[in-house]
């Protein structure tokens, strides 16, 4: 039905950027909103950042407020986080996935298979 990749992870020193991309593919998301997971070794999954269908309102984990941020381009069909001042504990795989309420970890249906971001310090 619904298919979501990412792209964009990689290596990176502390203080350097990355932007993740996640493209969507299947049926339309209509009114969903998008989120970006993380998880690092030994951790729980981890909410970081989550945007409404119109991309009028986002939320953020404290955490990574001030260095990332999210947007979506509806018409490509695709969610991004930019992500600057990265640190060592930022390390983690990242996932992309699609809900039905912003703030609602829960209502988060689908999933991408996740990117992983290492942070060299």
């Known amino acids: 039905q619904v298919q979501l990749v990412e792209s964009g992870g990689g290596l990176v020193q502390a203080g350097g950027s990355l932007r993740l991309s996640c493209a969507a593919f299947?049926?339309?998301?209509?009114?969903?909103?998008m989120g970006w997971f993380r998880r690092a070794p030994g951790k729980e999954r981890e909410f970081v950042a989550g945007i409404s269908w119109s991309g009028g309102s986002t939320h953020y984990v404290d955490s990574v407020k001030g260095r990332f941020t999210i947007s979506r381009d509806n018409a490509k069909r695709t969610v991004f986080l930019q992500m600057n001042s990265l640190r060592s504990e930022d390390t983690a795989v990242y996932h992309c996935a699609a809900g039905r309420i912003l703030r609602d970890p829960d209502t988060y249906d689908y999933w991408g298979q996740g990117t992983q971001v290492t942070v060299s310090s």
């Open positions: 299947g049926r339309t998301l209509s009114s969903y909103a």
